[in-house]
């Protein structure tokens, strides 16, 4: 099966670990691979972001990433991209339109509207996987949601208009219920895990004294870790470790700011950015890997700590719930409250027999449940089930947010583009 995975903003090249790759970047890139180990043969739609990047690469055999020209050759926040999200969905129509894919798997609410846009005079089946939705990132920012105020209706369209939408976790099949999309056209497939390099054996290094704690993800403030931080104060001897980012970014120096408040200055290390062949060995030599994002649509972190034998503290959001198993790989305590989460982490570090129990425990889940291998496995059922239901209908409702062109809709609005805008850098080396 040729299988077009299109993935606006994180490309499954990037470096994980900036405040716009993550989970996200991890799973385009692992999926493809899975896939091309069955036999499919995969292309990565990616916004180009930088001049030097060539059109096309090989990222392994059967797995190819396309650079796609939309907007600026530069690297742009996530938030910035929905004006040139029309050019994405052109330049895909027309490599389509010459030789369209067996199946189109959208990643990201832009993607979706790209990728139905693209799809729909080739008539191509589409299933979409969100990553995040909209209304549960408004619900938990209010004001500082930075999101495009058009994202909740064009993701109630994506959602409405794909042939399948596969959710990561049971929260999201619920949210998306609450958008008044029929559970019929949702599935649940969750991330993976690569348990061949995520594993308790191999490397450790040395993190600081005592017990040690990690976290680790994104620099953005919603990932919690200032809740670990003020828990900190009521784990005497621990050492916390924050790993991800650069330790000049913004949220490592309010991170910082918050330490020296809270007395715990001397306690906290800020490790920058950690390449992802480091991250298995990192986790290894944690005792415990805490996450304690306000909300959280999967959370891959969770899975790799397992895999790596180590036991997890997390927030109870999201794919937390489906993933750890309080009391049998780690615990889930409530997001925001740090005497919670200080309380649940004394008691677990207090108790190595448990920390070990829980570390085979969560080895055990992460193998058994979220190999890659097998969720390559499950994604490819979905896409034979829509490939096997689909029937000729009649066309599918324009969306209304793209330019007319080559056969794509016309817009209901007209955003301004702005390529100068505060957070667009060049991308190293660009002219």
Same mark, same amino acid.
Request: glycine content about 8%; overall charge positive.
């Given at each position: /099966?040729?299988?077009?995975?299109?993935?606006e903003h994180?490309?499954?090249?990037?470096?994980?670990?900036?405040?716009?790759?993550?989970?996200?970047? %991890?799973?385009?890139? *692992?999926? !493809?691979?899975?896939?091309?180990?069955?036999?499919?043969e995969?292309?990565?739609?990616?916004?180009r972001?930088?001049?030097?990047?060539?059109?096309?690469? !090989?990222?392994?055999?059967g797995?190819?990433?396309?650079?796609?020209?939309?907007?600026?050759?530069?690297?742009?926040?996530?938030?910035d991209?929905?004006?040139? /999200?029309?050019?994405?969905?052109?330049?895909? *129509?027309?490599?389509?339109s010459?030789?369209? #894919?067996?199946?189109?798997?959208?990643?990201?609410?832009?993607?979706? +509207?790209?990728a139905?846009?693209?799809a729909?005079?080739?008539?191509?089946?589409?299933?979409?996987?969100?990553?995040?939705?909209?209304?549960?990132?408004?619900?938990?920012q209010?004001?500082?949601?930075?999101?495009?105020?058009?994202?909740?209706?064009?993701?109630?369209?994506?959602?409405?208009?794909?042939?399948?939408?596969?959710?990561?976790c049971?929260?999201?099949?619920? =949210?998306?219920?609450?958008?008044?999309?029929?559970?019929r056209?949702?599935?649940?497939?969750?991330?993976g $895990?690569?348990?061949? @390099?995520?594993?308790?054996?191999?490397?450790?290094?040395?993190?600081?004294?005592?017990?040690?704690?990690?976290?680790?993800?994104? #620099?953005v403030?919603?990932?919690?870790?200032?809740t670990?931080?003020?828990?900190?104060?009521?784990?005497?001897g621990a050492?916390? %470790?924050?790993?991800?980012?650069?330790?000049?970014?913004?949220?490592?120096?309010?991170? !910082?700011?918050?330490?020296?408040r809270c007395?715990?200055a001397?306690? %906290?290390?800020?490790?920058?950015?950690?390449?992802?062949?480091?991250?298995?060995?990192?986790m290894?030599?944690?005792?415990?890997?805490?996450?304690?994002?306000?909300? =959280?649509p999967?959370?891959? %972190?969770?899975? =790799?700590a397992?895999?790596?034998?180590?036991?997890?503290?997390?927030s109870?959001?999201?794919?937390?719930?489906?993933?750890v198993?309080?009391?049998?790989?780690?615990?889930?305590?409530?997001?925001? =409250?740090?005497y919670a989460?200080?309380?649940? +982490?004394?008691?677990?570090?207090a108790?190595?027999?448990?920390?070990?129990?829980?570390?085979?425990? *969560?080895?055990?889940?992460?193998?058994?449940?979220?190999d890659?291998?097998r969720?390559?496995?499950?994604?490819?059922? $979905?896409?034979?089930?829509?490939?096997?239901?689909?029937?000729?209908? @009649?066309?599918?409702?324009?969306?209304?947010?793209?330019? *007319? !062109?080559?056969?794509?809709?016309?817009?209901?609005?007209?955003? $301004?583009?702005?390529?100068?805008r505060?957070?667009?850098?060049?991308?190293?080396?660009?002219?």
């Amino acid at each position: /099966m040729k299988i077009a995975m299109v993935s606006e903003h994180a490309s499954p090249l990037a470096t994980v670990g900036g405040a716009d790759a993550g989970g996200q970047n %991890v799973h385009v890139a *692992a999926l !493809s691979l899975a896939l091309a180990a069955r036999g499919h043969e995969v292309t990565v739609y990616t916004r180009r972001e930088c001049p030097s990047q060539p059109d096309e690469t !090989s990222l392994a055999p059967g797995v190819t990433v396309v650079h796609v020209p939309a907007g600026p050759a530069m690297t742009l926040a996530k938030d910035d991209l929905l004006p040139w /999200m029309p050019d994405f969905g052109r330049w895909l *129509a027309r490599r389509w339109s010459a030789a369209p #894919p067996d199946m189109v798997h959208s990643h990201f609410w832009m993607s979706g +509207l790209a990728a139905l846009a693209a799809a729909r005079d080739a008539a191509v089946p589409i299933v979409h996987t969100f990553h995040a939705l909209g209304t549960v990132k408004r619900r938990h920012q209010g004001p500082a949601d930075s999101s495009p105020r058009e994202r909740l209706r064009i993701e109630a369209m994506v959602a409405s208009q794909v042939d399948a939408v596969i959710a990561t976790c049971a929260d999201e099949v619920a =949210e998306l219920r609450r958008m008044r999309i029929p559970r019929r056209r949702t599935r649940i497939v969750p991330c993976g $895990v690569d348990v061949r @390099s995520f594993t308790p054996s191999g490397p450790k290094r040395d993190l600081g004294p005592g017990p040690v704690l990690l976290a680790i993800g994104r #620099p953005v403030r919603r990932k919690g870790v200032d809740t670990t931080i003020h828990a900190l104060a009521r784990i005497p001897g621990a050492t916390l %470790v924050v790993a991800g980012g650069d330790v000049d970014d913004p949220e490592a120096r309010r991170l !910082s700011h918050v330490a020296a408040r809270c007395g715990v200055a001397d306690r %906290v290390r800020f490790l920058g950015k950690v390449s992802r062949q480091d991250v298995p060995t990192l986790m290894r030599s944690a005792d415990v890997v805490v996450t304690m994002p306000w909300y =959280e649509p999967f959370g891959i %972190v969770p899975l =790799e700590a397992m895999a790596c034998g180590v036991p997890v503290v997390a927030s109870a959001v999201g794919g937390h719930l489906d993933t750890v198993v309080p009391e049998v790989t780690g615990l889930l305590v409530p997001p925001r =409250e740090p005497y919670a989460l200080g309380g649940a +982490l004394r008691r677990l570090l207090a108790a190595p027999s448990v920390l070990a129990a829980y570390g085979a425990a *969560a080895v055990a889940r992460a193998r058994s449940r979220y190999d890659w291998n097998r969720i390559a496995a499950q994604t490819s059922a $979905v896409y034979a089930e829509v490939l096997s239901s689909r029937v000729p209908a @009649s066309p599918v409702p324009t969306p209304h947010h793209l330019p *007319a !062109s080559r056969g794509v809709p016309a817009p209901a609005f007209a955003p $301004v583009r702005r390529a100068d805008r505060a957070g667009a850098q060049p991308c190293p080396g660009a002219a």
